[in-house]
């Protein structure tokens, strides 16, 4: 989420590994065993969802879940199901984190307790209440009070079984007795406008006329408002949230407007204790970025962008970042964000590259460890190379992960039923496809990547011009060990999977990035450097030259300096694709068309919608003639998560599965479609209904838009990277790593004083007064930014009503804000 406030921006971001549950409470039947999955819900809106593990009480899933979160939210759940072939799945337990407590799981492997779940705590969503108290002359002439309650709005209520047509409840509570009153219905939406008013007359529950909102038995009057879901169905209507407010909140003004949270309510149930649900694994990382203006990072940006031609690097601000983290992936992401927003990746990676080859001795453990130079460009390899990998192995890896051949070769492993040369054999033609896929893949591999293996190739045979082989070593330890057989072993971590595969088939998995793996190293004896006798036989028959020289002609090419054009790509690129719902063609200027549910596909040339994933195509929209790709306003259809596709003869309307989906959607679409020549600059955000533009008034259907188009994006699909978020980043860690900071420059000023003598072994210091300097300078901008940020922060609570659409009363995460910038303040709140 990227929310603009007065200059700064704000992103939040989740990266969740859910690895396992157990003790799965048995199904009450014969077989006791489940069918579980699990999901991801941002409050009560499901994101991701695993695949199912069958029969079993302790079902592993291994998966990994990155999303950058496009709203504001207040928990995080985690629900696991049961899955019902015949019935609706069957919930067993949840689990719920605040979003002000993901700090204290941060990064941490935890076993968190499954809950039970009721529909009495399921809430989610906020309401916006009037109340007031004004005297009224009734017909006996006397003086009484009346309470007057405004149900204005509600935002963000959970949608139930795919829909929600909410009403509220206002119910006065006195000591004396209770009235309720009841909103009308709101048909198919989740943000109601109710602006309904009720009265409620004071004197009928024994109240005293002059009513003081401030005497003692006035906190015992409450009204409570409740929002219901509506529904046909005999089970009755649905519980969605409740607020109580006190009557002593009314001031001397006798009135009241204020935003609530939805709050759950107790119905008592204590049927099944908790230990009794089971358990799940999850290693939760969330991260907030808040982006200041670009002229605030000026001088940070300076210093960073000389890491690349200062001598020696090791006093550059690039490489002291990747020496005070405590990991060196921590530093190597922002990093190399940063520099490819610039154009700097490849003389920084270089530059860092070629100082530890001139620290290593030995040429056959040139980049082995997880130092800097490796995690950056195991960093680059990663954003530049998802599609080169995608076009390379996708359609093996979905062959082999769909056809569950037998491959198993182990004497100890095989089963009765297998044959072990079929085996062998279906073994050894996997391995043949995936090796001539890779070795005949080198024109397609990203510049950015065949520039940066140049430089390692030239570095490692100026330092070790005895050896013949490291020119090709240097390279084939990132492009075969760190990017091919990394991505064959565990296919879903590169987005050439959705979800982890099964057993059987990552063991397949598992050994063809063996042979892979040894096939890049050019071993001169593949099978006499493994331990397991039956891979060393299966290596002998790729003994012959032929692969050696076709590995070294696949390094020969994509490390040479020749460049080639990578804007262009014949061959299709599949982007994104997955079910969507589509409004039916053919409007008309009465009735709204159905939305059907279809399997969407985006390559880099054309968008396409089948009924299913494996059926025909259904509509096919050339790439060239997407005009514009921008949300659509909810009260078009009254459903959330829409957004159009428009074309020179007609706009295509679609509603994603979520909130992430649909951001990801937009994003790629427009990415992929922005440098078409008849791009439109304004659109309607909301659609032609009833011969009408809604939202300007205009009834051609042809009128030109009334709203600026979204900002031009980046060229490049992948590489879409904002420089000052990622300048925030690497101040944050700097930030944070202060102590360490300091701890260098001390590392810094004793160097210096016993002239080169290392007393240090946590820190490479090649100039004691080069890296003095920059520690310096680093230190000063870490202090300005701090300063930049307090500010801010001190000027927002200043403008903050607690109350407002934006912290409504019941947020948690208001509190912990108040209570943060009291204790960070200089002076305090």
Known sequence: MAAEAEGLRVFQKVNIKIGEAKNIIPYPGPTRMRDCYCTINLDQEEVFRTKVIEKSL?????????????????????????????KRDSSIGKVAVKKEYLPKYQGKDTWFQLQPISADSEVQGKVHVEIQLSDVITDSGTVAQRLMTRVLECQDLPIVNGQCDPYATVLLITPSGSEVKKTRVKKKTNSPHFDEVFYFEMQNYNIKPNFDASEEDTDKVVLRVDLWKSSNLKLGDEFLGEVSIPLTVLTASGCHNAWYFLQPRDNGSKSVKPEEL?????????????????EAYGSLKELLLKSACLQPVSASAGHVLGQVCREKQEAAAPLVHFFLHYGKVVPFVSAVASAEISRTQDPNTIFRGNS?????????MKLAGRHYLQITLGPIIDEICTSHKPCEIDPGKLKESDNPETNR???????????????TSGARCPTVMCDIFFSLRECAVKHFQGDQDVQYTAVSSFIYLRFFAAAVLTPSLFQLRPHYPDPSTSRTLTLISKTIQTLGSLSKSKSGSVKESYMAAFYD?????????????????????QRWDQNVIETPVTLKEGFMRKRAWGRKCCGLKSFQKKWFRLTNHEFIYRKNKGSGMLHRIPVENILAVERLEEESFN????????????????QATNCVEARDWINILTKVSQSNRQRLSTYHPLAFLNDLWPCCGL?????????????????????????????????????????????MQ????????????????????DDPQETYKTLKQIMAFVRLLKLEHAQYKREKFRKTRYGSEEYPIGDSNFQCFITQLSENSAHGI
Not at 61 to 76: A, M
């Open 278 to 294: 089971g358990s799940l694994r999850l290693n939760i990382i969330y991260t907030e970025d808040h982006v200041l203006t670009s």
């Open 746 to 765: 001390e590392a810094c000023g004793s160097k210096a004083v016993y002239h080169g003598l290392e007393l240090n072994d946590d820190f490479i210091i």
């Open 58 to 86: 302790c079902p592993f899933y291994g998966e990994e879940f990155f999303c950058e979160i496009p709203r504001s939210f207040r928990q995080l759940s985690f629900y696991i199901f049961d899955r019902d072939v015949f």
């Open 372 to 380: 800097l130079a490796s995690k950056c460009i195991d960093e680059v």
């Open 699 to 743: 009834a051609a259907d042809s009128a030109p838009g009334c709203t600026p188009c979204t900002g031009v994006l980046p060229d490049n699909i992948e590489l879409d990277i904002d420089g000052d978020r990622e300048t925030e980043r690497i101040f944050c860690l700097f930030s944070r790593y202060m102590d360490r900071l300091e701890k």
């Open 541 to 561: 028959h790729f003994s012959e030259e032929e692969y050696t020289a076709a590995v070294k002609d696949f390094l020969d090419l994509i490390s040479s300096s």
């Open 639 to 654: 459903k959330k998560n829409m957004f159009q596709v428009i074309q020179p003869e007609r706009t295509l309307y679609i």
């Open 425 to 439: 054999e279906n073994l050894r033609q996997y391995v043949d496809r995936i090796f001539r896929a890779i070795t």
